[in-house]
């Protein structure tokens, strides 16, 4: 029953984080959608802010994670000054939300039955064999449990904790590894009680689920599916096998990075579609920023191909409009979001040059190979590795 319970709650405290925003920064046209784009937003705000504590001296979230609860009930106060949104969903749309809703019920719970079987008050994780879920849950305690400033809680010497220019733990996970995994489970930890490995998995499923959100959207935006086919791509994404392996692989980074190529994806429908009469489609930038924002601190080497599905429906529609100008100011636009991303979370991108650099360096080709916890070791700067940067007390 835990298992259940902790989803749901990281799914609405998500939300929460993103509610506000949604209703304050989403385009008028696009509010009845909230329920789709908050989870998003809620990601992209909550890994700021712990990407802001992560260059302080506070000792980690457990510092600061409850008083930062603050910033998402702030927005939802100013949603709600400047007027909540009176556009309503249609009843066609409404069924959308009740069908993701009906499916991720169904979907999370077979994906979670499996972890339940441990105990209904016991939260656990499981692995198929991949050595992320040590990764994460190291990555966890360092942002929950330390300052940028601490090193009395690490063991190794410089030679086990240096990857590339970080020459220590709590430098990789905010530079050079997936920052935003970690990050959130480190906010979600703080403010629910839990320890960093118990969430793994759980905080996968909500991944799942929430993403599923977005299908539903990119099947009503951008393929026009109408009705009971609207919830058609919705089962076959939470219900394929492909999910439950994200799941039980901690495919933590690769589901965030799914999230924000879905999150550009629909804010360059939408700008496009919103400057066809020849305005600039500025609106749907918070909405690239939020992308961007989540692909560099989730799976930052991914931002090189992020764009593929944007573009590509970019060149269609102007080939098959035969209108030039209209793209490439949404081009534009995308290019200044990304700028923006650059310029506040540039250690995403300096730790991006320097991750294809470490490739380079270990002559690893593409697609990388399946390595064991003793070949991920090998990345670092010592071959002959035998020990891991775990934070202790």
């Known amino acids: 029953m835990?298992?259940?319970?902790?989803?749901?709650?990281?799914?609405?405290?998500?939300?929460?984080?993103?509610?506000?925003?949604?209703?304050?920064?989403?385009?008028?046209?696009?509010?009845?959608?909230?329920?789709?784009?908050?989870?998003?937003?809620?990601?992209?705000?909550q890994s700021a802010v712990v990407w802001v504590g992560a260059h302080t001296s506070l000792p980690g979230t457990n510092s600061y994670a409850l008083a930062s609860e603050l910033i998402p009930l702030a927005l939802l106060a100013l949603a709600a000054r400047s007027g909540w949104p009176r556009v309503r969903p249609h009843l066609q749309r409404a069924r959308v939300a009740v069908g993701w809703i009906a499916i991720a019920v169904v979907g999370g719970w077979a994906l979670l039955w499996p972890l339940a079987q441990r105990g209904a008050w016991t939260l656990?994780?499981?692995?198929?064999?991949?050595?992320?879920?040590?990764?994460y849950a190291a990555g966890t305690r360092v942002f929950q449990e330390f300052s940028r400033d601490d090193r009395t809680g690490f063991l190794?010497?410089?030679?086990?904790?240096?990857?590339?220019?970080?020459?220590?733990?709590?430098?990789?996970?905010?530079?050079?590894?997936?920052?935003?995994?970690?990050?959130?489970?480190?906010?979600?930890?703080?403010?629910?009680?839990?320890?960093?490995?118990?969430?793994?998995n759980v905080a996968a499923v909500a991944l799942v689920l929430m993403n599923a959100a977005l299908v539903a959207m990119l099947g009503r935006v951008a393929l026009g599916f109408r009705g009971w086919l609207a919830w058609l791509p919705v089962a076959l994404y939470v219900l394929s096998p492909v999910g439950a392996y994200a799941v039980y692989q901690a495919a933590l980074g690769q589901l965030y990075g799914a999230q924000g190529i879905a999150l550009l994806t629909l804010a360059v429908i939408g700008a496009r579609r919103f400057g066809r009469s020849g305005r600039w489609p500025w609106p749907w930038a918070p909405l690239m920023l939020a992308g961007f924002w989540i692909l560099a601190g989730s799976y930052n080497f991914i931002l090189t191909v992020a764009l593929s599905p944007a573009l590509a429906w970019l060149l269609v529609d102007a080939l098959r409009r035969r209108d030039w100008r209209g793209p490439l100011r949404v081009v534009g636009v995308v290019l200044a979001a990304l700028v923006a991303c650059a310029a506040l979370f540039w250690g995403r991108f300096d730790g991006l040059i320097e991750r294809f650099q470490l490739f380079e360096k270990y002559n690893f080709g593409w697609p990388m190979p399946v390595l064991s916890p003793e070949g991920w070791l090998g990345l670092v700067r010592d071959p002959a590795l035998h020990a891991w940067p775990f934070p202790v007390r």
């Open 2 to 45: 835990l298992h259940y319970l902790t989803a749901a709650g990281l799914i609405a405290h998500t939300v929460f984080w993103g509610l506000g925003l949604a209703w304050l920064v989403v385009p008028r046209i696009w509010r009845h959608w909230w329920w789709a784009l908050a989870p998003g937003l809620g990601v992209a705000l």
């Open 124 to 135: 656990t994780a499981a692995s198929l064999g991949s050595c992320d879920h040590a990764d």
């Open 156 to 200: 190794g010497l410089p030679e086990v904790t240096q990857v590339g220019s970080a020459d220590n733990f709590f430098d990789v996970c905010l530079r050079l590894n997936h920052f935003t995994p970690s990050a959130l489970l480190a906010h979600h930890g703080a403010v629910f009680g839990f320890q960093s490995h118990q969430l793994i």
